[in-house]
Protein backbone atom coordinates (compact mmCIF):
# COMPACT_ATOMS: atom_id res chain seq x y z
CA UNK A 1 0.00 0.00 0.00
CA UNK A 2 2.58 2.12 0.56
CA UNK A 3 4.54 1.98 -2.98
CA UNK A 4 0.45 2.60 -4.17
CA UNK A 5 0.63 5.62 -2.42
CA UNK A 6 4.21 6.76 -3.54
CA UNK A 7 3.41 6.41 -7.33
CA UNK A 8 0.01 7.62 -6.26
CA UNK A 9 2.03 10.92 -4.94
CA UNK A 10 4.39 10.89 -8.07
CA UNK A 11 1.18 11.28 -10.46
CA UNK A 12 -0.90 13.72 -8.30
CA UNK A 13 2.26 15.84 -8.56
CA UNK A 14 2.54 15.94 -12.36
CA UNK A 15 -1.23 15.74 -13.01
CA UNK A 16 -0.97 19.39 -10.48
CA UNK A 17 1.91 20.99 -13.02
CA UNK A 18 0.01 20.12 -15.96
CA UNK A 19 -3.05 21.99 -13.97
CA UNK A 20 -1.70 25.00 -12.64
CA UNK A 21 0.27 25.74 -16.36
CA UNK A 22 -2.03 25.32 -18.30
CA UNK A 23 -4.76 28.04 -16.04
CA UNK A 24 -1.87 30.30 -15.95
CA UNK A 25 -1.13 29.95 -19.75
CA UNK A 26 -5.33 30.37 -20.41
CA UNK A 27 -5.26 33.42 -17.71
CA UNK A 28 -2.48 35.36 -19.40
CA UNK A 29 -3.89 34.86 -22.87
CA UNK A 30 -7.33 36.07 -21.82
CA UNK A 31 -5.30 38.74 -19.80
CA UNK A 32 -3.79 39.71 -23.01
CA UNK A 33 -6.50 39.81 -25.15
CA UNK A 34 -8.35 42.28 -23.31
CA UNK A 35 -5.29 44.23 -22.32
CA UNK A 36 -3.68 44.34 -25.66
CA UNK A 37 -4.53 42.22 -28.34
CA UNK A 38 -1.66 43.16 -30.26
CA UNK A 39 0.56 40.82 -27.89
CA UNK A 40 -0.84 37.49 -28.99
CA UNK A 41 0.83 38.39 -32.68
CA UNK A 42 4.27 39.74 -31.59
CA UNK A 43 7.22 37.12 -32.14
CA UNK A 44 8.13 36.49 -28.38
CA UNK A 45 4.30 35.89 -26.54
CA UNK A 46 4.48 32.65 -27.14
CA UNK A 47 7.98 31.78 -25.87
CA UNK A 48 7.66 33.97 -22.72
CA UNK A 49 4.45 32.66 -22.20
CA UNK A 50 5.72 28.81 -22.11
CA UNK A 51 8.90 30.08 -19.90
CA UNK A 52 7.01 31.89 -17.46
CA UNK A 53 4.40 29.46 -16.88
CA UNK A 54 6.37 26.07 -17.76
CA UNK A 55 9.72 26.64 -16.92
CA UNK A 56 9.24 29.34 -13.87
CA UNK A 57 6.20 28.23 -11.83
CA UNK A 58 6.00 24.87 -13.75
CA UNK A 59 9.41 23.57 -11.87
CA UNK A 60 9.26 25.68 -8.72
CA UNK A 61 5.87 23.77 -8.42
CA UNK A 62 7.06 20.53 -8.84
CA UNK A 63 10.43 21.20 -7.08
CA UNK A 64 8.62 21.75 -3.85
CA UNK A 65 5.97 19.13 -4.42
CA UNK A 66 8.51 16.72 -5.00
CA UNK A 67 11.94 17.75 -3.33
CA UNK A 68 13.02 14.69 -0.67
CA UNK A 69 12.36 15.72 3.29
CA UNK A 70 15.60 13.94 3.73
CA UNK A 71 19.00 14.36 1.71
CA UNK A 72 19.11 11.25 -0.15
CA UNK A 73 22.68 9.45 -0.38
CA UNK A 74 25.32 10.62 -2.65
CA UNK A 75 26.17 8.44 -5.10
CA UNK A 76 29.68 7.91 -6.64
CA UNK A 77 29.55 9.68 -10.51
CA UNK A 78 31.03 7.98 -13.40
CA UNK A 79 32.88 9.97 -16.37
CA UNK A 80 30.65 9.54 -20.04
CA UNK A 81 33.94 9.76 -22.72
CA UNK A 82 34.02 12.34 -25.53
CA UNK A 83 33.59 9.36 -27.41
CA UNK A 84 31.08 7.38 -25.72
CA UNK A 85 28.88 10.82 -25.45
CA UNK A 86 29.08 11.46 -29.46
CA UNK A 87 27.97 7.95 -29.90
CA UNK A 88 24.93 8.41 -27.62
CA UNK A 89 24.15 11.82 -29.00
CA UNK A 90 23.75 10.26 -32.91
CA UNK A 91 21.82 7.09 -31.02
CA UNK A 92 19.63 10.40 -29.59
CA UNK A 93 18.99 11.57 -33.34
CA UNK A 94 18.83 8.61 -35.22
CA UNK A 95 15.65 7.80 -32.78
CA UNK A 96 14.14 11.16 -32.61
CA UNK A 97 13.70 11.04 -36.79
CA UNK A 98 12.96 7.41 -36.38
CA UNK A 99 9.96 8.03 -34.40
CA UNK A 100 9.06 11.22 -35.68
CA UNK A 101 8.47 9.34 -39.34
CA UNK A 102 6.21 7.34 -37.59
CA UNK A 103 4.46 9.96 -35.92
CA UNK A 104 4.02 11.19 -39.33
CA UNK A 105 2.46 8.07 -40.45
CA UNK A 106 -0.34 8.11 -37.47
CA UNK A 107 -1.11 11.72 -37.70
CA UNK A 108 -2.05 10.92 -41.40
CA UNK A 109 -3.72 8.24 -40.86
CA UNK A 110 -5.92 10.14 -38.37
CA UNK A 111 -6.08 13.00 -40.68
CA UNK A 112 -7.72 10.67 -43.10
CA UNK A 113 -10.10 9.22 -40.87
CA UNK A 114 -11.30 13.06 -39.30
CA UNK A 115 -11.36 14.64 -42.90
CA UNK A 116 -8.62 17.12 -41.84
CA UNK A 117 -4.84 16.97 -41.25
CA UNK A 118 -3.42 16.94 -37.78
CA UNK A 119 -1.52 19.69 -36.69
CA UNK A 120 1.97 20.07 -34.74
CA UNK A 121 2.23 22.43 -32.03
CA UNK A 122 5.52 22.57 -31.65
CA UNK A 123 5.45 24.15 -35.34
CA UNK A 124 2.96 26.50 -34.50
CA UNK A 125 5.47 27.62 -31.75
CA UNK A 126 8.65 27.97 -33.57
CA UNK A 127 6.82 29.61 -36.57
CA UNK A 128 8.43 33.08 -36.73
CA UNK A 129 9.60 33.05 -33.74
CA UNK A 130 12.55 35.56 -32.59
CA UNK A 131 15.87 32.92 -32.83
CA UNK A 132 17.40 33.97 -29.74
CA UNK A 133 14.63 34.07 -27.70
CA UNK A 134 13.53 30.65 -29.18
CA UNK A 135 17.00 28.72 -28.49
CA UNK A 136 16.84 30.19 -25.21
CA UNK A 137 13.81 28.65 -24.46
CA UNK A 138 13.09 25.93 -26.28
CA UNK A 139 17.01 24.55 -26.83
CA UNK A 140 18.48 25.63 -23.63
CA UNK A 141 15.56 26.66 -21.03
CA UNK A 142 13.37 23.75 -21.85
CA UNK A 143 15.90 20.85 -21.61
CA UNK A 144 17.35 21.94 -18.05
CA UNK A 145 13.97 21.91 -16.79
CA UNK A 146 12.88 18.93 -17.99
CA UNK A 147 16.04 17.26 -17.11
CA UNK A 148 15.36 18.02 -13.59
CA UNK A 149 11.57 17.40 -13.56
CA UNK A 150 11.98 13.97 -15.29
CA UNK A 151 15.30 12.43 -14.87
CA UNK A 152 16.67 14.06 -11.38
CA UNK A 153 13.73 15.02 -9.18
CA UNK A 154 10.96 11.62 -10.66
CA UNK A 155 13.84 9.27 -11.28
CA UNK A 156 15.55 9.41 -7.53
CA UNK A 157 12.10 8.57 -6.58
CA UNK A 158 11.73 5.99 -8.85
CA UNK A 159 15.22 4.31 -8.78
CA UNK A 160 14.82 2.22 -5.77
CA UNK A 161 12.44 -0.09 -8.20
CA UNK A 162 14.69 -0.75 -10.44
CA UNK A 163 16.43 0.58 -13.52
CA UNK A 164 13.85 -1.25 -15.78
CA UNK A 165 11.18 0.31 -13.91
CA UNK A 166 12.67 3.82 -13.33
CA UNK A 167 13.57 4.07 -17.00
CA UNK A 168 10.15 3.35 -18.25
CA UNK A 169 8.00 4.38 -15.82
CA UNK A 170 9.68 7.97 -15.95
CA UNK A 171 9.91 7.85 -19.98
CA UNK A 172 6.79 7.74 -20.00
CA UNK A 173 5.70 10.29 -18.02
CA UNK A 174 8.05 12.42 -19.47
CA UNK A 175 6.06 11.07 -23.65
CA UNK A 176 2.87 11.93 -22.10
CA UNK A 177 3.75 15.58 -20.70
CA UNK A 178 4.78 16.46 -24.22
CA UNK A 179 0.60 15.98 -25.09
CA UNK A 180 0.48 15.34 -28.14
CA UNK A 181 1.32 12.69 -30.96
CA UNK A 182 3.66 14.64 -32.89
CA UNK A 183 6.61 14.57 -29.99
CA UNK A 184 4.99 11.65 -27.99
CA UNK A 185 6.91 8.61 -29.18
CA UNK A 186 10.19 9.96 -29.85
CA UNK A 187 10.36 11.68 -26.13
CA UNK A 188 9.37 8.24 -25.07
CA UNK A 189 12.79 6.83 -26.27
CA UNK A 190 15.08 9.99 -25.91
CA UNK A 191 13.78 9.51 -22.45
CA UNK A 192 14.21 5.85 -21.84
CA UNK A 193 17.90 6.95 -23.31
CA UNK A 194 18.53 10.00 -21.27
CA UNK A 195 17.34 8.23 -18.46
CA UNK A 196 19.38 5.51 -18.51
CA UNK A 197 22.75 7.82 -19.18
CA UNK A 198 21.50 9.39 -15.57
CA UNK A 199 21.45 6.31 -13.84
CA UNK A 200 24.84 4.35 -15.15
CA UNK A 201 26.25 7.49 -14.55
CA UNK A 202 24.46 9.23 -11.46
CA UNK A 203 25.12 12.44 -13.25
CA UNK A 204 22.58 14.83 -15.13
CA UNK A 205 24.29 16.96 -16.95
CA UNK A 206 25.04 14.55 -19.84
CA UNK A 207 21.45 14.20 -19.61
CA UNK A 208 21.07 17.93 -20.27
CA UNK A 209 23.77 18.37 -22.73
CA UNK A 210 22.44 15.66 -24.90
CA UNK A 211 18.87 17.15 -24.25
CA UNK A 212 20.04 20.95 -25.26
CA UNK A 213 21.63 19.57 -28.25
CA UNK A 214 18.99 17.32 -29.84
CA UNK A 215 16.43 20.25 -29.54
CA UNK A 216 19.34 22.84 -30.61
CA UNK A 217 19.97 20.55 -33.90
CA UNK A 218 15.75 19.94 -34.30
CA UNK A 219 14.30 23.77 -33.29
CA UNK A 220 17.55 25.63 -35.14
CA UNK A 221 20.07 24.26 -37.12
CA UNK A 222 17.82 22.08 -38.88
CA UNK A 223 15.09 24.43 -39.62
CA UNK A 224 17.18 27.03 -40.70
CA UNK A 225 19.24 24.51 -43.27
CA UNK A 226 16.31 23.15 -44.66
CA UNK A 227 14.53 26.23 -45.06
CA UNK A 228 17.43 27.86 -46.34
CA UNK A 229 17.40 29.87 -49.91
CA UNK A 230 20.75 28.18 -51.11
CA UNK A 231 19.99 24.63 -52.21
CA UNK A 232 23.34 23.50 -50.86
CA UNK A 233 22.09 23.89 -46.97
CA UNK A 234 18.96 22.43 -48.12
CA UNK A 235 20.69 19.05 -49.69
CA UNK A 236 22.85 18.78 -46.49
CA UNK A 237 19.83 18.92 -44.13
CA UNK A 238 18.01 16.61 -46.08
CA UNK A 239 21.77 14.30 -46.06
CA UNK A 240 21.85 15.14 -42.27
CA UNK A 241 18.57 13.47 -41.65
CA UNK A 242 19.69 9.78 -42.95
CA UNK A 243 22.78 10.17 -41.46
CA UNK A 244 21.50 10.34 -38.10
CA UNK A 245 19.13 7.65 -38.99
CA UNK A 246 21.23 5.09 -40.52
CA UNK A 247 24.35 5.76 -38.25
CA UNK A 248 21.42 6.00 -35.00
CA UNK A 249 19.94 2.46 -35.74
CA UNK A 250 23.68 0.72 -36.37
CA UNK A 251 25.00 2.48 -33.19
CA UNK A 252 21.83 1.66 -31.32
CA UNK A 253 21.74 -1.87 -32.42
CA UNK A 254 25.66 -2.64 -31.81
CA UNK A 255 25.42 -1.06 -28.40
CA UNK A 256 22.45 -3.00 -27.40
CA UNK A 257 24.62 -5.78 -25.60
CA UNK A 258 26.59 -3.16 -23.28
CA UNK A 259 23.12 -2.01 -21.78
CA UNK A 260 23.06 -2.83 -17.95
CA UNK A 261 20.08 -2.82 -16.12
CA UNK A 262 20.53 -3.34 -12.39
CA UNK A 263 17.34 -4.48 -9.29
CA UNK A 264 16.29 -2.48 -6.76
CA UNK A 265 15.63 -2.25 -3.30
CA UNK A 266 12.07 -3.04 -3.84
CA UNK A 267 10.58 -5.84 -6.31
CA UNK A 268 7.23 -5.99 -7.88
CA UNK A 269 6.35 -8.22 -9.80
CA UNK A 270 3.17 -8.96 -12.62
CA UNK A 271 -0.28 -7.67 -11.78
CA UNK A 272 1.09 -6.03 -8.60
CA UNK A 273 3.46 -3.78 -10.29
CA UNK A 274 1.25 -2.68 -12.94
CA UNK A 275 -1.36 -2.33 -10.48
CA UNK A 276 1.37 -0.31 -7.94
CA UNK A 277 2.73 1.52 -10.56
CA UNK A 278 -0.60 2.96 -12.78
CA UNK A 279 -4.13 1.79 -11.22
CA UNK A 280 -3.96 5.25 -8.57
CA UNK A 281 -5.84 7.95 -8.42
CA UNK A 282 -2.58 10.45 -8.77
CA UNK A 283 -1.82 8.27 -11.94
CA UNK A 284 -4.49 8.17 -13.53
CA UNK A 285 -5.61 11.53 -12.82
CA UNK A 286 -2.35 12.08 -14.99
CA UNK A 287 -3.47 9.70 -17.43
CA UNK A 288 -6.20 11.57 -18.25
CA UNK A 289 -4.98 14.78 -18.85
CA UNK A 290 -2.12 14.11 -20.87
CA UNK A 291 -4.87 12.45 -23.04
CA UNK A 292 -7.11 15.29 -23.05
CA UNK A 293 -4.18 17.21 -24.17
CA UNK A 294 -3.85 14.67 -26.97
CA UNK A 295 -7.37 14.47 -28.38
CA UNK A 296 -7.49 18.43 -28.15
CA UNK A 297 -4.83 18.66 -30.39
CA UNK A 298 -5.90 15.97 -32.83
CA UNK A 299 -9.35 17.61 -33.46
CA UNK A 300 -8.75 21.54 -32.58
Same mark, same amino acid.
Given at each position: ??????????????????????????????????????????? +??????????????????????????????????? /?????????????????????????????????????????????????????????????? !? =??????????????????????? !??? +??? =????????????? &??? =???????? &????????????????????????? &?????????????????????? +????????????????????????????????? /??????????????????????????
Amino acid at each position: MEHKKNFSYMGLCLFLVIVVVNALQIGITLLATLLSPGLLESS +WFSMALVFITMHVCGLSLYYILMKPKEPLPIKEKS /KLSVGAFIKIFIICMGATYLFNFVSIGINFLIGLLKHSPVGNPLDAVLANQNLPLQIFVVAI !S =APIIEEIIFRKLLLDRLRPYGDK !SAI +WVS =ALAFSLFHGNLSQ &ALY =ALVLGMIF &AYIVIRTNDIRYSIALHILVNLFGS &AIMPLLANSSNIAFVLIAGLLV +WVFLIAGIILAILNAKRVVLEEGEFQLKGFERF /KTYYLNIGMILYFISCIIMFILVIFM
